[in-house]
């Protein structure tokens, strides 16, 4: 997490002024600028126009009854390319276009949903383990009677 945060906080801002550097030196100060306020336009277009849209499937998904996952995330996806595209920098630019083609959007979006939802047990170096230490005391005739509101009972031990 720590390396995450350096390569955020102090690598990206160096590799952009970087590549403003070099952009500049071969295109000339003026276009460089003028590509910086073109890619803020856009990333404030993508905004203004992609977040209604994807509000609205949504909502939609949510009126089928159906869990709007993929229109959340896509949606997500959608405002962080408006946000990459408006900060100053070509690299973020280049995110940001990215996440503007829909498959990637998808791919990452899927990536990042089977990561979040994959069993703490499972990822490496969380330590949590699947076993379970305990104790437990049958008590004849305290079984629920088999009724049907009697609530959701556990399967059998294997």
């Given at each position: 997490?720590?390396?995450?945060?350096?390569?955020?906080?102090?690598?990206?801002?160096?590799?952009?002024?970087?590549l403003?550097?070099?952009?500049?030196?071969?295109?000339?100060?003026?276009?460089t600028?003028?590509l910086?306020?073109?890619?803020?336009?856009?990333?404030?277009?993508?905004?203004?126009?992609?977040?209604?849209?994807?509000?609205?499937?949504?909502?939609?998904?949510?009126?089928?009854?159906?869990?709007?996952v993929?229109?959340?995330?896509?949606?997500?996806?959608?405002?962080?390319?408006?946000?990459?595209?408006?900060?100053?920098?070509?690299?973020?630019?280049?995110?940001g276009l990215?996440?503007?083609?829909?498959?990637?959007?998808?791919?990452?979006?899927?990536?990042?949903?089977?990561?979040a939802?994959?069993?703490?047990?499972?990822?490496?170096?969380?330590?949590?383990?699947?076993?379970v230490?305990?104790?437990?005391?049958?008590?004849?005739?305290?079984?629920?009677?088999?009724?049907?509101?009697?609530?959701?009972?556990?399967?059998?031990?294997?």
């Amino acid at each position: 997490m720590l390396i995450a945060l350096i390569l955020i906080f102090i690598a990206v801002p160096a590799l952009e002024i970087y590549l403003f550097i070099r952009v500049g030196a071969l295109i000339g100060a003026g276009p460089t600028v003028a590509l910086a306020f073109l890619a803020a336009g856009v990333g404030v277009a993508v905004i203004r126009t992609q977040a209604p849209r994807a509000i609205g499937r949504a909502r939609d998904g949510l009126r089928r009854g159906v869990a709007p996952v993929a229109e959340v995330l896509d949606g997500l996806a959608l405002a962080a390319a408006g946000c990459l595209l408006i900060l100053p920098g070509f690299f973020t630019d280049l995110v940001g276009l990215l996440l503007l083609v829909p498959w990637i959007r998808r791919t990452l979006g899927h990536a990042l949903l089977y990561r979040a939802l994959k069993p703490a047990a499972a990822r490496p170096g969380s330590g949590a383990t699947s076993v379970v230490d305990g104790a437990f005391e049958v008590v004849e005739g305290s079984r629920a009677p088999d009724r049907p509101d009697a609530g959701p009972r556990l399967p059998p031990a294997p």
